[in-house]
C-alpha cells in the first residue's frame, strides 16, 4: 500500500480544486427545493463544474452515467440522476460531486433537508456531519489513520445510528480513490502513520436504523436494507503539521 506524499506545488492544486468544488456545492444546496428532478441537480452541477474549467470525476468512472451522485432518503450513495426522481417536501438528498482541476481530483459530499424534515431526520443530517468533524480532530501527524475511524465510531455509536461498512473513505490525488482506505468503523489495528502532505477524503455514511446495505438492480444505488434514512457528508482534507486543512469548505 502506498500513499503519495504531495508536494508544495501538488498542494496547492488540490486546494484550487477542493475550493472550486466547494463553491459548486454551495450553488447546488441553493438549488435544492421540492420540485425539482435529481436529474436536473446533475445538469447544474456538470454545468458548474465545468464553468471553472474543471471535469466531472465521476462521470463515466466505472460506468457511472452523471456528474452528481444524487441519493435520496434510504438511498445511502451513488443514487442515478433521473427525471422523473422529484424531490418534496419532508426528503433529504445527499449530493456527491468530485472534479479534477489541473489534473488533481477533489471530492465532496452534502446532506440537505428538502424544506421541512422531521426533528429526527434532522438530527441525522446534523450528527453526520459532526462524525466527520469528531473524525477529523484525530486527523493529525503523529496519529494513526484508524484514530479517525474511532472516532467517528465512538460519536456514531452514542447516537444509536448504523455505521454503513461496506463503502469506506480514501486516498486522494491524481486519482480519485487512492490508498489508504479509511473506514468509519471501529478498527482494532493503528492504521498507518499520518504524516503532512497526505491528502484523504473521509466520508461517513450513516443509518437512521441498521447498517446493512444492499444494491438496487441499477448496480449502483445503495440503500439502507431497513427503508430508513441515511446520510453522507465528505470532504477532502490535508494533513499538516498542526490541524488538518478542510480542502473542500469555503
Ligand atoms: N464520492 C464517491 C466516492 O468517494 C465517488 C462516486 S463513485 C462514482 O467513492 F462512480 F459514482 F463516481
Ligand atoms: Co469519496
Request: charged share 25%; with cysteine; net charge negative.
Amino acid at each position: 500500500m502506498a500513499v503519495s506524499i504531495k508536494s508544495e506545488r501538488e498542494i496547492e492544486f488540490m486546494r484550487e480544486a477542493g475550493k472550486i468544488l466547494a463553491k459548486v456545492h454551495d450553488e447546488l444546496g441553493q438549488a435544492i427545493k421540492p420540485g425539482i428532478s435529481t436529474w436536473e441537480i446533475d445538469k447544474l452541477g456538470e454545468k458548474l463544474i465545468r464553468s471553472y474549467d474543471c471535469i466531472p470525476n465521476f462521470l463515466n468512472y466505472n460506468g457511472y452515467p452523471a456528474s452528481i451522485c444524487v441519493s435520496v432518503n434510504e438511498e445511502v450513495v451513488h443514487g442515478i440522476p433521473k427525471k422523473n426522481r422529484i424531490l418534496k417536501e419532508g426528503d433529504i438528498v445527499s449530493l456527491d460531486a468530485g472534479l479534477i482541476h489541473k489534473g488533481y481530483h477533489s471530492d465532496a459530499a452534502r446532506t440537505y433537508a428538502v424544506g421541512k424534515v422531521s426533528p429526527e431526520v434532522q438530527k441525522l443530517i446534523d450528527e453526520t456531519k459532526q462524525s466527520f468533524f469528531e473524525g477529523i480532530k484525530m486527523a493529525k501527524a503523529g496519529n494513526h489513520l484508524f484514530d479517525i475511524s474511532n472516532a467517528i465510531d465512538a460519536y456514531i455509536s452514542k447516537c444509536g445510528y448504523g455505521i454503513v461498512r461496506d463503502l469506506v473513505g480514501h486516498g486522494i490525488g491524481t486519482s480519485l480513490h487512492e490508498d489508504p482506505q479509511i473506514p468509519n468503523f471501529h478498527q482494532n489495528r493503528r492504521g498507518l502513520l499520518l504524516q503532512p502532505g497526505m491528502t484523504l477524503a473521509v466520508e461517513p455514511m450513516i443509518n437512521m436504523g441498521r447498517a446493512d446495505v444492499e444494491w438496487l438492480a441499477d448496480n449502483w444505488t445503495v440503500v439502507a436494507e431497513d427503508g430508513l434514512p441515511s446520510a453522507h457528508y465528505e470532504n477532502t482534507i490535508l494533513i499538516t503539521d498542526g490541524e488538518p486543512e478542510i480542502l473542500t469548505l469555503l
